[in-house]
């Protein structure tokens, strides 16, 4: 299933979370992304609804594996492209900030391209 791009974000989100070692509950996604607790709601119920997120019984929330894939990628692409973008001499705040946003529009040839380019 194909993801929008904020549903890659709370994917991503998560998997920050839960690298943080975290045992992640929607609030937890509230204050990380700064969203409300009725938009996070609605958008968990849509991820849960699609396979990609599960909540137990407590709350917690936690990727399926297809979850996790999605957000592995995304998350591999912030960081990759932060360091392309750092190279070329972008702030860093900066390059980290476009490269949210760069990274759930490019296509999978222009991404390989720029990482062979730069060897990352």
Avoid: W
């Amino acid at each position: 299933m194909s993801l929008y791009e904020s549903g890659e974000m709370y994917l991503e989100s998560i998997l920050m979370l839960t690298k943080q070692g975290k045992n992640v509950r929607a609030i937890d996604v509230c204050e990380y992304m700064g969203y409300s607790k009725p938009s996070v709601s609605r958008a968990l119920g849509i991820l849960k609804k699609s396979g990609h997120v599960n909540v137990d019984k407590n709350g917690f929330l936690s990727l399926t594996d297809e979850g996790r894939e999605v957000a592995e990628k995304i998350y591999a692409r912030h960081k990759i492209l932060t360091e392309i973008l750092i190279s070329i001499g972008v702030n860093p705040e900066v390059a980290s900030d476009d490269a949210c946003k760069i990274e759930h529009h490019i296509s999978d040839e222009s991404f390989e391209a720029l990482k062979a380019k730069f060897n990352k």
